[in-house]
C-alpha cells in the first residue's frame, strides 16, 4: 500500500512510529502513556505499528547517579543496559491496559548490513506483528560502538521501515514540523510538504546535536524521511504531542511523498524461512 496522503495514515498496513530521548526521558518520561495511548488507537484500528525508541542512555542515567550524558563508552554501555530495561518496563506498564504485549528488539547497523541477520530481524519481526505484538526496537547500545557515537535512530527507524516494507514512518520530536531554518530564527518557515525528489540543501536544519541527553535533530529526521520515501515509504515528521491527530491522518507535520517508482519491499507473508537467505 502506498500512501500519497496524510488522511491514508489512518488506514495506513503497516506504520513505524520512532520517538526521541528528549521526549521521552527525565521529566518527559510522562509522554510514554500519550504516546502508547496513540500507537494503542492505532493497534485497535488494525493498524500493525513498530516503535523505535530511543532513551535507553538517558533513561539508565539517573540509577548510575549521573547528570549529564556520560562521554565514555563503557559507561554509556553501563547506562544503556540498565536503561533498556527500565524502559521497556515502563512502556509494557503503559500498554497493559490495552491488552498489548510488547516485544524487545535490539539491533545495530551491522545487523541491517549483513544478510543472515537482517532476514532473521525480518523475519523475528514478521512474526511478532502477526501475534499482535508491539515490537520496540532500538540500537543494541550495549554491544554497539560506533552506533553509540555516530549513529542516530532517526536513520534506523528508516532502515526498519524499509526492512519490513512499511506504508509510512511517523518521526516524532519536539517540534511540530520542520522549518526551513531553526524555528527560533527570523524568516523560518514551516514546510507543509516534500517532493520525493526535491532538493533540500537550500534549508537550514541546524546541529545534530540538540540536548544533554540525546542526539538527532531537524538534519537527521530530513536525511531519514529522504532513505525512507526514496523507498516507497511516506514519511511524517511531528512532535510527540501530535502523535494522536497525525496517526488518525489529520493535517500535522511535515510530510514527505513516497517515491512513486521505487520497488516496494516484500509483503507479510514472503519472508524467507532459511535463516541467511535475503
Not at 500512501?3 to 526521558?25: D, N, Y
Not at 510514554?32 to 493498524?47: D, E, F, K, N
Not at 504485549?101 to 530481524?121: C, F, I, K, Y
Not at 526492512?163 to 531554518?181: K, N, P, Q, W
Amino acid at each position: 500500500m502506498t500512501l500519497r496522503e496524510r488522511a491514508e495514515l489512518a488506514t495506513a498496513r503497516r506504520v513505524v512510529v520512532k520517538v526521541g530521548s528528549s521526549s521521552i526521558s527525565g521529566e518527559n518520561a510522562a509522554n510514554i502513556q500519550p504516546l502508547v495511548g496513540a500507537l494503542a488507537a492505532a493497534h485497535a484500528r488494525g493498524t500493525e505499528v513498530v516503535l523505535v525508541s530511543s532513551g535507553a542512555i538517558a533513561t539508565g542515567m539517573p540509577f548510575l547517579n549521573l547528570d549529564t550524558r556520560p562521554s565514555d563508552l563503557a559507561t554509556q554501555q553501563a547506562a544503556a543496559a540498565v536503561g533498556q530495561n527500565v524502559l521497556v518496563y515502563r512502556y509494557q506498564a503503559a500498554l497493559r491496559p490495552f491488552e498489548i504485549v510488547a516485544g524487545q528488539v535490539l539491533l545495530t547497523a551491522g545487523d541491517l548490513e549483513d544478510p543472515t541477520p537482517r532476514s532473521n530481524a525480518r523475519r523475528a519481526m514478521e512474526r511478532l506483528l502477526g501475534l499482535r505484538i508491539l515490537p520496540i526496537v532500538n540500537e543494541n547500545d550495549t554491544v554497539a560502538t560506533h552506533e553509540i557515537r555516530f549513529g542516530d535512530n532517526d536513520r534506523l527507524a528508516a532502515l526498519v521501515a524499509r526492512l519490513i516494507g512499511a506504508d509510512a514512518l511517523v518521526l516524532l520530536s519536539d517540534i511540530d514540523c520542520l522549518y526551513t531554518r531553526p524555528p527560533d530564527e527570523p524568516g523560518a518557515r514551516p514546510i507543509d510538504r516534500v517532493a520525493h525528489d526535491d532538493d533540500l540543501s537550500g534549508f537550514q536544519f541546524g546541529s545534530v546535536v540538540v540536548n544533554s541527553v540525546g542526539t538527532g535533530g531537524a538534519a537527521t529526521k530530513a536525511s531519514a524521511a529522504k532513505v525512507a520515501s526514496a523507498s516507497g515509504i511516506a514519511v511524517l515528521v511531528t512532535s510527540i504531542d501530535l502523535v494522536t491527530p497525525a496517526l488518525a491522518g489529520q493535517q500535522v507535520g511535515t510530510w514527505f511523498e513516497p517515491n512513486p517508482d521505487a520497488v516496494r519491499p516484500p509483503l507479510t507473508g514472503s519472508v524467507p524461512t532459511v535463516a541467511g537467505r535475503d
